[in-house]
């Protein structure tokens, strides 16, 4: 690590996920006097291309070899295992230590889709349990129902395809990913067979990334099995959209599959819309979910029907967008679940709040592909290195004050060279199973295997 000056700016990332990762770089790119600070809750890296990006999608994630670059060679100080904010070191105590501060927090609630049921256990946001399949430590107990031949995923983007994809996977293609040893085991024992995507339009509106589709078709040991109503075989109108044209295709060329003797069925359901999650006994468990027919009108509208059918299913996962929590301290526009800004400036009844910034989801929502975040960060820092020379310098601003003050709140960040560590481990474990990696979940091995604190016992693989 370079010696560091208070003759420097000092800039604060929250948030080590794409858009992080991407202000840090574009900071650092800069050339200007500035140390930079990327702190993350986690004590790995990555946000959702780690816990997010599903685990058969390898190629997006050697997106890493990118977003890693500023801590190697070590420009910028990365620590893990440090909320800020609600519960964790506070957001004023930070500002003592930086000229600004980047937020770059995500979104990370699950939508609700407000029917009757949706409570019940065995009813699940996608968020919840994309973030179990991928290991992510809030998630290590979800346990969700895979005991039940049918499951539902409610949803039209391409997480819902995901997590489709994901349980129609052998556990021996599953295996072969990241995935933690325990996920492995439950999918192994799992007895699903029949994986219902809903989507609310029409095959002709959805906008599945093609290659995301194309992945669905492609599954080894599970058929793929258009349910429309008889739409596509009437015909309707090209749409203008290529990716749609593109989606199209694909699915009218499928509504010829017929069911084969494969293991598992991926059925896509349109024009169907949830309107109840049905359980057994009062708090008891998914049993079924009523899904209404819509029918597109002259206008081209999707309307309900009225008319109802039931889906056998014990495990219902919504895949309909993500809402960001407020950030106790900044302004908050609960419509959008994003953070007021002006071009990555975080603005307080129209004025800006001095050394204040978002990034990536938090600042323009839960929209776009990795690549999206770069420019967003580069938008945002250039907001940043304008704003700099005008700042207050710092209470406190040697990197030793701020490691003195988490300690004082009794939190032991995980450096680079810690969360290398956990790295290792982590690829270590995946040569075990014949992986590239196998992911350490529960916090407290996580932290054994980066800090080597005698937490539990010794790691063991998978
Ligand atoms: C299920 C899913 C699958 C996806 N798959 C793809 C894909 O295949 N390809 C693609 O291009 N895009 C994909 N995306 C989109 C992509 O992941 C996002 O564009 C991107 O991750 C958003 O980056 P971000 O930095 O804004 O947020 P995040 O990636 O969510 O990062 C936020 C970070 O902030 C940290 N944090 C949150 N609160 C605090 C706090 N209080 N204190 C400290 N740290 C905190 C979190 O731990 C996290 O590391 C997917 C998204 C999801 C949800």
Redesign the pocket.
Known sequence: MEQRSSDRYRVAV????????YAAAALLASGEPIDVDV????PA??????????PD?VK?KS?IRVLRKPFEPAHVEFLGG?????G?FPLDALREHVHAVVH?????VDRALGVPGEDLAGSLG??AF?SWYCGHPDHVDLDPPLDHPGVAVVGAG??AL?VARVLARTADEMAETDVPGPVLDALRSSAVRDVHVLVRRGPQHVRFTPA?LRQIGDLAHADVLVHDDGLLAAGVDAPEDRRQRQNLDMLTEWTANAATRAPRRVHLRFLRTPVEVLGTGTGGRVSGIVVERNAIDADGRVRGTGETEVLDVGLVVR?IG?AAEP?PGLPFDAATGTVPNAAGRVVRDGTPVPGAYV?????RG????????KGDAQETVQAVLEDLPGLPAPARPEPAALRAALAEHGVRPVDWTAWLRLDAEEVRRGGLRGAERVKVARMAEMLESALGSPVGGAPTPG
Do not use: C, F, Q
């Open positions: 929250i948030g080590a996920g794409p858009s992080g990762l702190i993350d809750r986690l890296p990555y946000g959702l291309v780690r816990y997010g990006v599903a999608h997006m997106v440090v909320p800020i904010g609600e964790g770059a927090t995500g979104s990370s996608s968020g994309v391409n997480v995901d995301e895949a993500y950030i990034t990536g989801w938090i600042k839960p929209t776009g592909v990795i690549g999206t975040n």
